[in-house]
């Protein structure tokens, strides 16, 4: 409750109409900081692109409209980015209020050193389709931040071992901000173990971090990007002749890093 910023109290209290995500969230976030919560309108992810009109009548009528969503920052894997989308092509302005957020968050407190980092959010729900996404991001020397549900935890934690290798560093960072709030680092081959032995360290919302991919040849990662995404489309063999072609790289060393690919540890 205390994480929201006075530019953002503000923002709520001066508003003509509060568009929530969910109206009895919001209105319990008002209620604790004094604010009245007898504007609200729903909008959220089933109904956004209806709403969004409502939204947008309010707007050329002259009215100002906040909108808040639940647990995390609007659009940034939450509801938001259709509203603001049509919102913008009706003309209208769309200002952003700045706040906290558990990515960014878990990345100050992670200890993980690599200067970039790559933030994808939800991984799929399926095992092969989230494989098949982790498999596009092996080779980034970035640190890669996700976000991910109680109930697919430990399946996803598997995954990220099986695909990633076990020697990579992982920080699960549970419930940001929130009175359990947990941060552990370990290598992924210790993750699950250690999730499974105390079910409450699979409770609560998580971000996700890993350490960036080390080096393994001499190829660069813009030669690497062009090879991972040539796989995805073509067989190994024409994928490899069309990278060197593209790339200029050596054919043979991108073929053992494309038997990598296709195969990982």
Known sequence: MRDITLRALDVL?????LAAEDTRNTAHLLSHHGISANRLIAVHQHNERGAADKVIALLQAGQSVAYVSDAGTPAVSDPGALLVQAVRKAGQRVVPVPGANAALAALSAAGLNEPHFL???FLPNRSSARR???QSLALYPFTLVFYEAPHRIVECVEDLCSVLGGERQIVLAREISKLFETIHACTLHDAESWLKSDTNRQRGEFVVLISGALPQTGLSVDTL???TKLLDELP???AVQLAAKITG?????LYQRALQIAKPD
């Open 13 to 17: 209290a001066a508003a003509d109409v």
């Open 119 to 121: 933030f994808y959010g």
């Open 132 to 134: 098949a996404v982790l």
């Open 225 to 227: 990007d062009t090879l």
């Open 236 to 238: 190994l063999k024409q």
């Open 249 to 253: 790289a050596s054919r043979n060393e």
